[in-house]
């Protein structure tokens, strides 16, 4: 029998649809059974290995206590492997294992000793926390936590420390010899009558190999690992991590209590880990990474969304590189580096170096510690950071050596210590509201590089002290608020184009700025508030601000071109770019946008929901 084209291409199509799988993981199953419904598998792992393109794999309710190290990924968009949490039900893939057998030592200390065999060929116990720009303020830092009832105590520097009575944190110490001793301070509690658990496993789950490329990790929470600093110069690991791979979508899940990162979205492991430390060293990174496959083809393109992540004492979400391309979209982020008990160059909710054409919008940062909310470091090119709600973090934006376009508009930036630092060039800062401070940095003279369009090819290195500075950025239709300090661009080396801009009472207006808004007696009275629904902003608007001063619609037209890359801000599909919309997603008054992120039509004093509790 004959068969036409058409008609065997749908028979392929249909043996496709046919032949993929879904396998059932429960606590109950069995790593010898078929994976069905009905006969589930024990381990996430063992489902991963059975797992081909565009095979789904549902993880009933319980605790999985595994590193899923998937051997393999989807080959497209449309046949991904699926990791998802069967609906409804709690599943939580942890990097901890329960401890009991503790002996009291005298009052609240307790010791136990743990055999070197639970941690198999990695002891957090025995690895250091160590690597490019980080700092150990003088001791020694471990991978490896103690968790009681959830919550993880403190490291102590030494053993005398964790001798004496507990204080306000309790704290914990390790040796490791024939076997591993932990002790600890549980104040008021015995141990082996609670949840105590200890850190086992580096990750939860990453690829040991990269190019697992269209995974989708859905509805899981991911929780309890020994991670490693995550420099830049380094192959990145997380809780979960993206490991140079490209189209992962990590979504719906709670991501915690991570020693270093909780996403990683970063780069791959070579020789050169963490002996790259300086600006020479990562254009090294950069120029061996290019030889190794960034591109958009290949690498990044990832997308995180409607997260709950916290409790990561290095990043939130760090990528180098490996992040280009990709969406950061719908996530709570907060308390990060709040413990500060080492330091660096890398803490951030979101920290990445090589966000091209990166979007990160409608996230909802607080709580994190130095450096802050959102750090973009090189080549952010193409970058749009918008509809963000941050607030009580050290700092909101730290911009580190770009040189434009990027976009930074509707974004709530309430933290009074510092809204941004600035040592970059080409950014368009528009619509935002601005509470705190902004410090223009100066004298950053590292030769760094910036990119074609679109693109990770370079197109050149900036080398050239005055555009290596500062300056070129456009600050339009934004409200400034006390303490912001708009008049410190002044200092900029390259000029700037600044317009439709509100200042108001304590606030001062750049030199740059064209008509500006002077309301210099008027109170924004700002308040957040969090309420058990979610979060609301209370702000006193004049509507009179409307007509006072005729606005732009800020487009590309407006924009124009960043003056180093001499790329144009747009889209990154190359369309035109329009910020039509507001904060909330209202639609503007093209004719006259009302300033800052609000498209205000009465103004006066008012409270608004600006972040929804799920």
């Not at 709690?90 to 609240?108: A, L």
């Amino acid at each position: 029998m004959k068969m036409n084209y058409a008609t065997c291409i749908t028979m392929i199509a249909l043996a496709a649809v046919v032949r993929a799988n879904t396998y059932h993981v429960a606590t109950t199953g069995d790593d010898t059974h078929a994976g069905a419904e009905s006969t589930p598998l024990r381990t996430i792992q063992h489902a991963a290995d059975l797992a081909q393109p565009g095979d789904d794999i549902t993880v009933h309710e319980g605790v999985y206590r595994e590193r899923v190290s998937p051997p393999r990924g989807g080959t497209s968009e449309a046949k991904r492997i699926t990791y998802q949490a069967a609906p409804g039900e709690k599943v939580v893939i942890t990097g901890s294992e329960p401890i009991k057998g503790w002996e009291n030592m005298s009052g609240d200390r307790w010791k136990v000793a743990v055999p070197n065999s639970l941690f198999g060929k990695f002891n957090p116990y025995a690895d250091l926390i160590h690597g490019d720009w980080f700092d150990a303020k003088g001791r020694k830092h471990h991978t490896g936590c103690v968790y009681l009832n959830g919550d993880w105590l403190i490291e102590a520097a030494g053993f005398d420390d964790v001798m004496k009575p507990a204080g306000k944190t309790p704290l914990w110490f390790a040796t490791v010899k024939d076997a591993t001793e932990i002790y600890a301070q549980f104040p008021g509690v015995n141990p082996n009558e609670s949840n105590v658990e200890i850190n086992v496993r580096q990750s939860v789950f990453t690829p040991e190999k990269t190019g697992i490329d269209f995974l989708t990790i859905r509805g899981f929470h991911l929780c309890n690992a020994a991670t490693p600093w995550a420099p830049p110069t380094a192959g990145q690991i997380g809780i979960i991590s993206a490991y140079w791979c490209k189209g992962w979508i990590i979504e719906n899940n709670e991501i915690s209590y991570s020693k270093c990162s909780g996403v990683a979205l970063g780069k791959y492991a070579d020789e050169w880990d963490n002996r790259a430390g300086s600006a020479e060293g990562y254009v090294g990174t950069l120029t061996r990474a290019l030889k190794n496959g960034w591109n958009k083809e290949t690498i990044g393109s990832h997308l995180v969304r409607n997260n709950h992540i916290h409790h990561c004492e290095q990043t939130g979400v760090v990528g180098s590189l490996g992040c280009s391309f990709s969406t950061v979209s719908g996530n709570v982020i907060h308390d990060i580096h709040t413990r500060a008990l080492f330091n660096g160059a890398e803490m951030a909710g979101i920290k990445f170096h090589g966000a091209i054409d990166v979007v990160i919008s409608h996230n909802h940062i607080y709580r994190c510690g130095a450096v802050g909310g959102i750090w973009l470091d090189w080549m952010a090119q193409g970058a749009h950071v918008t509809r963000n709600l941050l607030h009580d973090n050290y700092l909101d934006v730290f911009c580190e050596m770009q040189h434009g376009p990027i976009l930074i508009a509707n974004n709530l930036f309430l933290s009074p210590n510092t809204s941004f630092w600035l040592n970059s060039q080409g950014l368009a800062v528009v619509h935002n509201l601005i509470v705190g401070p902004i410090n223009n940095m100066r004298n950053d003279n590292r030769a760094t590089p910036f990119q074609k369009s679109h693109s990770t090819e370079l197109g050149g290195m900036c080398a050239d002290s005055k555009a290596n500075d500062s300056g070129d950025h456009h600050f339009c239709n934004n409200l400034f608020v006390t303490p912001s300090n708009p008049n410190v661009l002044d200092n900029s080396a390259l000029p700037c184009f600044n317009v439709g801009n509100v200042f108001t009472k304590g606030t001062h207006s750049s030199k740059f700025d064209t008509s500006p808004l002077l309301a210099t007696d008027f109170e924004a009275g700002i308040k957040l508030e969090e309420k058990s629904d979610g979060w609301y902003l209370t702000l006193n608007e004049d509507p009179a601000w409307s007509n006072e001063v005729k606005r732009q619609l800020v487009t590309s037209g407006l924009l124009g071109k960043a003056k180093v890359s001499d790329c144009p801000y747009e889209n990154a599909d190359g369309t035109p770019l329009r910020v039509d919309t507001d904060y909330l997603g209202t639609k503007r008054n093209e004719e006259n946008p009302f300033p800052g992120p609000l498209e205000t039509k009465e103004g006066g004093k008012q409270t608004l929901k600006v972040w929804l509790n799920h």
